[in-house]
């Protein structure tokens, strides 16, 4: 598979996606992105890179609305397609946490110099804390200025998925490797394999303390049922020793997609930088 050169820029962001090459063979795959650079005005500024949720595109109504504030602002923005999502390649079934971190860290990775504020919803949230204990690792955390997380969902394979399923559906996913898992959000049910539950053990965050070294904001709605705010202050007790700002939304679901929601989103990210 021949990926573009991840190094690109281009004036304005397109409509067309763009695709960088992740993983290595034989499980290589070409990853969609859409990207704004900064405009000469911007530029002091920390771009931003957005992680969609679990079966959720860089097209969705809240990624759309960041991209235009950052048009209107002169910022910097990327957004991309998890493999099995939206235009990247790959099947949703094959894929699994360790898959979308690969990803996302290699789009990461592919933006200019600089740091980066990366704003993770849902599932994105996860991938956004365990991206920061990646580039801890490497000795790259000052390339992070700091983490917007909408109802993240840490853990979620685990504590929202697994534990939550019946003993009928669990034995389902032993015996035949998967279970269809009926949607709110789409007519039709959609697969939980377990290669994903297996495979999501090896990257859980509750086991010990997590450090993100940059400023964290999150954002909750109190009416989340996917994502309770359990779960979330579950979160916060462990980023101790991080800057954390909790916003708890009265009247908000999972999504936040309203345009009051988006508004507290936007002022979260340019509280940060």
């Known amino acids: 598979m021949n990926g573009q050169d991840p190094q690109f820029e281009i004036a304005a962001e397109t409509s067309l996606p763009q695709f960088i090459c992740a993983g290595k063979p034989p499980r290589e795959r070409l990853i969609a992105c859409l990207r704004r650079p900064a ?17 959720s595109d860089m097209r969705s109504q809240k990624a759309t609305a960041l991209d235009t504030w950052a048009a209107e602002k002169g910022r910097a923005f990327l957004r991309f397609d998890y493999s099995g ?42 991938l956004a804390l365990l991206i920061a204990r990646a580039l801890q690792a490497a000795g790259e955390e000052k390339r992070l ?20 399923l019946s003993p009928e559906a669990q034995a389902e996913i032993e015996a035949k490797g998967f279970w269809m898992r009926p ?9 939980i394999t377990r290669k994903l539950i297996e495979e999501g053990r090896n990257h859980l965050l509750f086991e010990s303390v997590i450090r993100t070294h940059c400023p964290v904001h999150i954002l909750q709605g109190l009416k989340d049922e996917d994502v309770p705010p359990s779960h979330t202050m579950t979160l916060v007790e462990h980023l101790a020793g991080d ?22 989103l936007i002022t979260a990210i340019e509280g940060i930088a």
């Open 145 to 164: 200025a700091g983490l917007v997380l909408i109802a993240p969902a840490v853990d979620f394979t685990e504590r929202l998925i697994w534990a939550r």
């Open 39 to 55: 405009v000469k005005e911007g530029e002091e500024r920390p771009g931003i890179i957005w992680l969609g949720g679990f079966k």
């Open 85 to 126: 999502h939206g235009a990247s390649e790959g099947r949703f079934e094959d894929a699994t946490i360790g898959d979308w971190l690969e990803e996302s860290l290699a789009i990461f990775r592919s933006a200019p110099a600089g740091p980066r504020i990366l704003v993770g919803s849902s599932m994105g949230g996860w």
């Open 243 to 264: 800057e954390v700002v909790f916003s708890a939304i009265k009247d908000g679901d999972h999504r936040l997609s309203r345009p009051e929601d988006i508004a507290r």
């Open 183 to 191: 949607s709110p959000y789409a007519p039709e049910p959609y697969p």
